[in-house]
């Protein structure tokens, strides 16, 4: 096929010189990539990667995090009240992208050939045996997004702790370093 291109980086990217400083600022912070999802007000499942959120721990334990405002997660919280936030793993990077809207999911992502089993407060990854869930408290505006605060009330932390999906400068990286602590990917 003539005139096909394969890309080793997204051609729809903005480029650095285009971003603000405060983006290219963000972008420098490694974050652990955390799936939220809920139920909307008819039971479907919801749910998008989330890579600005932080535990404070405390009596209870609280959740804090960045959501789009527009997203059909914000509107299902805003409706129950209620979300699960699970850590997604080193090579669930496709998973997160499905939820982001940035790799095809045909019939949605919950159907992309991942198995879930269903909480009180969203759907869970099968095999993710760490993840809380959570009660929404608060929410305000916050730049381009809309910050969330929530009480934490279910912990599960039966499963192991493969290292974490992280995301670095517009893209996933490995916690796996090779010899002189060089990180892998």
């Known amino acids: 096929m003539e005139g096909v291109t394969i890309h080793a980086s997204d051609p729809f990217a903005t480029p650095d010189e285009a971003k603000s400083p405060v983006r290219r600022f963000r972008g420098?912070?490694?974050?652990?990539?955390?799936?939220?999802?809920?139920?909307?007000?008819?039971?479907?499942?919801?749910?998008?990667?989330?890579?600005?959120?932080?535990?404070?721990?405390?009596?209870?334990?609280?959740?804090?995090?960045?959501?789009?405002?527009?997203?059909?997660?914000?509107?299902a919280v805003r409706r129950t009240g209620r979300f699960a936030v699970a850590p997604l793993r080193e090579g669930d990077g496709r998973i997160a992208d499905s939820f982001a809207g940035l790799m095809p999911a045909p019939g949605g992502p919950f159907t992309a050939g991942e198995r879930w089993h269903d909480t009180d407060f969203g759907p869970v990854l099968d095999g993710v045996g760490t993840w809380a869930g959570c009660r929404l408290d608060d929410t305000?505006?916050?730049?381009?997004?809309?910050?969330?605060?929530?009480?934490?009330?279910?912990?599960?932390?039966?499963?192991?702790?493969?290292?974490?999906?992280?995301?670095?400068?517009?893209?996933?990286?490995?916690?796996?370093?090779?010899?002189?602590?060089?990180?892998?990917?």
């Open 140 to 185: 305000r505006p916050m730049g381009r997004a809309l910050l969330i605060e929530a009480t934490i009330e279910h912990i599960d932390l039966t499963g192991d702790d493969p290292p974490p999906l992280i995301h670095y400068r517009g893209r996933y990286v490995s916690t796996r370093t090779r010899r002189g602590g060089v990180p892998i990917g």
């Open 28 to 75: 420098r912070l490694a974050s652990p990539v955390t799936l939220w999802t809920a139920y909307d007000h008819e039971g479907r499942r919801v749910g998008l990667p989330v890579s600005s959120t932080l535990v404070v721990d405390g009596a209870p334990g609280r959740l804090i995090g960045l959501v789009d405002d527009e997203s059909a997660l914000w509107d």
